[in-house]
């Protein structure tokens, strides 16, 4: 880009074409004062505060939103303007209800620290004192209309970044506020509670209740973490005082994968299950009670040393969740086939791996899950297709990149899903085949494709398009249930798409129907846009760690030791829980030759009561360990808080049987 | 030399800038050889003398501290307003976005711990202003030493410019509204 040259208070200072003077300002260490601005957003001039002068500007005008053009001569700090700014503070403190002393975020607040600066110690304008209300329907996040300045970040976040546009001004003039929706009390709208509005506020205007006088930043540690709940991997930024949570944040909101969901930013605050910080035996009267760490460590151990030895070791089995981390599935791995030398281990999610699995192996022979692709090529795509699944709910980050795709990048996207989808704002095109017919609408989704002549020539494209040439697409469309036109305008926007990417997840999963997948990579195949050599596929598994326990090999590749468990061969069963909250309805019913079960848990459930033996689990935020995305990176997390005394890492609690069955 | 002549006043207030005043410590020793205090809450004087200094804590939310300020601003040379209320209106300014009737009904017969509540209105009680402002919005104000209550370091370097002869302006580091 064209390099410029500006004289900046006297001073020559360099930029590119296409920076406002705000940018230069800002890239040459010149002082500016800002409130509607936040780097990563487009500039819109609400504030006033960058105002500077410009030779031949008739007045003060805003750097942020003027384009810089060479030769351009800018003062940015003189008496007047220096006036200007304390004026257009002393208003807005006026203009709403600032009382700082009561306000959240005072002490971590620019509007605060501004009038700080500009020493503005009175206000010399009569108060205007407008009664406003305070929305706190939203279950993390309330609005108190009292303390917004207008500055409009949020909502420019709510648009640009998060894609969902739930905020936006409403009324007009001097009634302008913000609103959710048309109006509606935040927690009844489209908001997805991400907390980005949140963290962009300049002020206490949006505020969260968990990190409500908590803390101030300054009293607070920051540790830097990754969330491990569902499997997208978000970067997260924690402010700990007291060995507690104050609040979460973003270290790069408004970066390529910035913002986070409410899974990682708020739930982490609260406690909604009962802690298990100790570890509990069964007693003679089926109760259980406490006992210290090595004395259920030594109870187990001994347990299914017996056990081994009695009935062999295929009569234990281990199941595991996919919420553990790395370490933890390692150690467990080691317990169950090492030490134990079992073959039957299984991970709660095994059906699901077994079924994608297979999906992909009747696709291509020995692929594995690096076939899948990567998160951020949602953001790369100019069409999305969405079979099956709901992100906004079950990985909100995930399902934010769509909405962002579709509404700032205006990529298409076209819903294959029979049932409710939270896109439909965005969607362009919503094929909705009958229940049972999915597997055959995306194979005539595919041949529609490939009759508007797509050029696609690999080996596998010209396998999928003689596998598929007996269907005729107007017949099977009408036994699919989609309508012939929308078909053929989803195929139209297929065949034009340059890149373009499949995401499907629970309501495909669901089905256990590895046909469905393995039409899902048919349609990759042929629909992933010209520029793709491979098909760009992205499941969304079920837990945080799915990928991880799946490439580690827990998940049993051939059989389902979960179902096995309601015979009688199995004796004893160890279920690693960790902080994953599961009820006993989630678990196979225990078979009646089931002696002795072990559950290692974070909380106390329905599904503990029913173990001989619960050990204390420490939750993510307790410990410093691997996780992998859901698109395969492996991600450490750091320590935020320390567990009560008691709770071990549960890899550590896991070897210390091994180590005891092997005495 | 003469000692400066200071009277002080609290009004809508709760008496915090005074205590932060008096939080000085020693440095109240010195002061009390340059100063006298004459009319203030904690001296119990009445009357105004003529002074050179008035501080006026507290902000204006009825007549009679209407009057007690407006009485203050006569009798002084610099008024210096002491506060988070006589600077901007401060916690006491939270009822002034409800009309003064309702104040009154929540205060005196809502409440959940008042039985059969009245609100008393015999004459002599002052009237409440529909809102409530701070010192500058009532009379004229020389200099502010804003805070929740202004630290007392602040109280103490804003009366030592106004004894070198300076009109005081809190540095930025020095300011807080809370």
């Not at chain 1, 009292?146 to 409009?152: A, E, K, S, T």
């Not at chain 1, 009962?274 to 259980?288: F, H, S, Y």
């Not at chain 1, 990176?633 to 750091?638: G, L, P």
């Not at chain 2, 202004?150 to 030592?160: D, S």
Request: hydrophobic content about 35%; charged content about 25%.
């Amino acid at each position: 880009m064209k390099e410029i040259t500006l004289t900046i208070n006297g001073k020559q200072v360099k930029g590119k074409e296409g920076d406002t003077v705000l940018d230069i300002c800002q890239a040459n260490g010149i002082d500016l004062p800002t409130l509607c601005h936040f780097k990563g957003l487009k500039d819109v001039g609400a504030c006033r505060l960058c105002v500077v002068e410009i030779e031949r500007e008739r007045r003060p005008v805003p750097a942020c939103t003027y384009p810089a053009r060479d030769g351009l001569v800018i003062q940015t700090k003189n008496e007047k303007l220096e006036k200007y700014r304390r004026l257009i503070l002393e208003l807005m403190f006026t203009e709403r209800n600032h009382l700082c002393a009561q306000c959240v975020a005072s002490g971590d607040c620019e509007l605060q620290s501004l009038a700080y600066k500009y020493q503005m110690d009175n206000a010399r304008y009569p108060y205007s004192w407008p009664a406003l209300p305070v929305d706190s329907v939203n279950d993390y996040l309330v609005i108190d209309h009292n303390r917004c300045i207008l500055c409009g970040r949020c909502i420019r976040t709510c648009d640009e970044i998060v894609g969902v546009h739930t905020l936006d001004f409403g009324y007009r003039g001097w009634k302008d506020m913000v609103v959710a929706d048309l109006n509606q009390p935040l927690g009844t709208s489209s908001c997805i509670s991400c907390g980005a509005c949140f963290q962009v506020c300049p002020t206490g205007a949006i505020f969260s209740k968990s990190s409500a006088y908590k803390g101030r930043p300054e009293e607070c540690q920051k540790v830097s973490s990754i969330c491990p709940v569902c499997g997208v991997g978000c970067q997260i930024e924690a402010l700990v005082k007291d060995n507690r949570l104050v609040r979460i944040d973003s270290p790069d909101l408004t970066g390529k994968r910035g913002i986070l969901c409410h899974k990682g930013r708020f739930a982490p605050l609260y406690r909604n299950n009962e802690r298990i910080d100790t570890a509990l035996v069964k007693n003679g009267r089926g109760k259980l009670e406490s006992r210290t760490l090595s004395e259920a460590i030594g109870i187990v151990a001994k347990r299914f040393a017996e056990l081994k030895a009695r009935y062999g070791s295929n009569s234990i089995a281990g199941i595991a969740s996919s919420q553990a981390s790395n370490e933890s599935l390692k150690a467990f791995k080691e317990l169950i086939s090492g030490t134990i030398g079992s073959e039957l281990i299984d991970t709660i999610d095994g059906d699901i791996y077994r079924t994608i699995m297979q999906g992909i192996n009747t696709y291509q022979k020995d692929a594995a899950l690096d076939i899948e692709t990567s998160i951020e090529e949602i953001l790369k795509s100019d069409c999305i297709i969405v079979v099956g699944a709901n992100p906004l709910e079950s990985h909100p980050v995930a399902g934010s990149y769509i909405t962002r795709a579709a509404s700032q990048y205006r990529a298409k996207l076209i819903i294959i899903d029979p049932s409710e989808n939270t896109f439909s704002y965005h969607t362009t095109l919503w094929l909705k085949p009958k229940e049972g017919k999915e597997s055959l609408a995306l194979d005539v989704l595919t041949k529609a494709v490939i009759n508007k002549g797509t050029k696609k020539d690999s080996a596998q494209a010209k396998k999928v398009t003689a596998s598929l040439k007996d269907i005729n697409v107007k017949q099977v469309s009408e036994q699919v249930g989609i309508g012939s036109d929308e078909l053929l305008e989803a195929a139209e926007i297929l065949s034009k798409s340059k890149r373009s990417v499949i995401i499907y997840g629970e309501g495909i999963l669901q089905h256990k129907n590895p046909g469905i997948i393995t039409s899902i990579f048919k349609l990759g195949t042929i629909a992933s846009g010209q520029s793709a050599s491979k098909p760009q596929i992205i499941s969304l598994k079920p837990k945080g760690n799915s990928r991880g326990a799946w490439d580690m090999g827990i998940a049993s590749p051939s059989q389902s030791v979960m179902k096995s468990i309601t015979g009688n061969n199995i004796k004893a069963l160890y279920i690693l829980l960790a902080d994953d909250y599961i009820e006993a309805s989630e678990l196979p019913k225990f078979g009646k030759g089931l002696e002795f079960v072990v559950i290692q848990s974070s909380y106390l459930s329905s599904a503990t009561s029913k173990a001989n033996v619960v050990l204390p689990s420490p939750i993510w935020v307790e410990i410093s360990e691997k996780y992998s995305t859901l698109d395969g990176v492996a991600k450490s997390t750091s320590r935020l808080i320390k567990p009560t005394d008691g709770i071990k890492a549960d890899s550590q609690i896991l070897r210390e049987i091994s180590k005891h069955i092997n005495k | 030399m003469a000692k400066v002549k200071v009277a002080t006043v609290w009004l809508e207030s709760c008496a915090g800038c005074h205590m932060s005043f008096l939080d000085i410590d020693e440095a109240i020793i010195d002061l009390a050889n340059l100063v006298e205090f004459t009319r203030t809450p904690i001296t119990d004087i009445k009357e105004f003398p003529q002074v050179d200094v008035g501080i006026v804590e507290g902000s204006v939310g009825n007549t009679e501290e209407e009057k007690v300020l407006k009485e203050l601003r006569a009798h002084c040379k610099i008024l210096m307003a002491w506060g988070d209320c006589a600077c901007f209106g401060g916690v006491c300014a939270m009822r002034s976005t409800l009309d003064k009737e309702e104040v009154l009904r929540r205060g005196y017969i809502e409440t959940e711990s008042t039985y059969k509540g009245k609100i008393p209105r015999p004459p002599g009680v002052p009237a409440l202003l529909d809102q409530v402002k701070p010192a500058n919005h009532v009379v004229k104000v020389d200099c502010y030493v804003p805070g929740c209550p202004p630290e007392a370091e602040a109280i103490l370097y804003a009366l030592k410019e106004l004894l070198a002869g300076r009109i005081p302006v809190l540095p930025s580091d020095m300011m807080r509204f809370d």
